[in-house]
């Protein structure tokens, strides 16, 4: 089992519409959570960081967490075009500082 | 302010030869760190330096790399000799103190050994 593990994808929204991205993970003592968008080439943009059980909003941009059932993800209202990218989760676990990546889900945003 | 910066940015080497990576964290960050990602999979961790010392390294794959931050400041990925296997895109990220845990990643060194 990976330690955290994503649907690759590609997953296809129109523009407009919500994207939902998720994300489990194995370990239970894992403390931080985050979300990176990658476009091609170039690198991991830190988008949304979340600790504690429940949703974060900033902007378009909501993250969900439950630990309980060890799942987090990532909800982007009125997608647009330019959100077509690759999407990281990651996890620090007991790990001071070390993130552990899931392989990333691809999200294209078609007009 | 400058982010994270990484040289080269592309690296094409015979295996068998020595390719060293620099890194240049954002001014001021204690923490920096050494991933890598290989052709497939998922980005992997390799280590972490806290200043100027070696916080922890189980990522690294073998003793055909070492890694260096003298000064706590810019770091170096040394890979010696290189082996196919090596080839990927090596991704440096800094933090700025304990208890920090949002890393900024620079835009990689994508290294090809042939």
């Known amino acids: 089992q990976k330690e955290v593990e994503q649907n690759s994808g590609p997953l296809s929204v129109p523009e407009g519409a919500i994207a939902s991205l998720n994300c489990t993970y194995s370990d239970r003592g894992s403390q931080s959570f985050f979300w990176y968008r990658q476009y091609s080439g170039k690198s991991p943009e830190l988008i949304m960081s979340i600790y504690s059980n429940g949703d974060k909003e900033d902007g378009r941009f909501t993250a969900q967490l439950n630990k309980a059932s060890q799942y987090v993800s990532l909800l982007i209202r009125d997608s647009q075009p330019s959100d077509s990218a690759t999407y990281l989760c990651a996890v620090i676990g007991t790990s001071y500082g070390k993130l552990t990546f899931g392989q990333g889900t691809i999200l294209t945003v078609h007009p | 302010e400058a982010g994270v910066t990484q040289f080269p940015s592309h690296s094409v080497i015979e295996k068998g030869q020595t390719v060293t990576l620099r890194c240049d964290p954002i001014s001021g960050h204690d923490n920096l760190y050494w991933y890598r990602r290989v052709m497939g999979k998922e980005i992997k961790f390799l280590l972490h330096f806290v200043k100027e010392s070696k916080q922890d390294e189980s990522g690294m794959p073998n003793n055909r790399f070492l890694a260096e931050r003298t000064g706590g400041t810019y770091s170096t990925l040394k890979v010696q000799p290189a082996e196919l296997e090596d080839s990927g895109v090596y991704f440096c990220?800094?933090?700025?103190?304990?208890?920090?845990?949002?890393?900024?990643f620079g835009q990689g060194t994508r290294l090809t050994v042939v």
């Open positions: 990220a800094s933090s700025q103190d304990e208890g920090d845990t949002e890393a900024f």
